[in-house]
């Protein structure tokens, strides 16, 4: 094994007992408590919809405003991922849904 598959192996383990560490965090500060804080509360409910903002901004952020067609692409995407999710109520089915279709969609436009 070179050199270089030994470094990429144990970056990938580093990130992975990191990223327990940090999952596991949570369980070790409030085994004894009762009750969950307030911030962190507070932090729960609006974390989600934070990311999913900031996501959306981020996929709108290069659309070129003078392209109709992607433009419409975009938005017809963004209107299939919306309504996959009110129906089915699956993330996943939702955000690839909506990628196939904005895919196809600059492919033939």
């Known amino acids: 094994m070179s050199a270089d598959n030994l470094h ?3 970056m990938v383990a580093i990130m992975a007992v990191v990223s327990y560490l940090l999952r596991l965090c949570p369980f070790i500060v409030f085994a004894k408590s009762d ?4 911030t962190v509360e507070y932090l729960g409910r609006v974390i989600s ?3 999913i903002a900031m996501l959306v901004v981020y996929c709108f952020k290069d659309v070129e405003l003078n392209s109709l067609s992607e433009v419409s692409a975009s938005v017809i995407a963004s ?3 919306i ?5 089915r109520k699956n ?9 196939i279709a904005y895919m ?6």
């Open 8 to 10: 990429l192996i144990a």
């Open 35 to 38: 009750k969950v804080p307030a």
């Open 49 to 51: 919809p934070a990311a």
């Open 79 to 81: 209107v299939i991922v």
């Open 83 to 87: 309504v996959l999710h009110n129906i």
């Open 91 to 99: 993330p996943l089915l939702s955000i690839c849904g909506g990628t």
């Open 104 to 109: 196809l969609m600059i492919q033939h436009f």
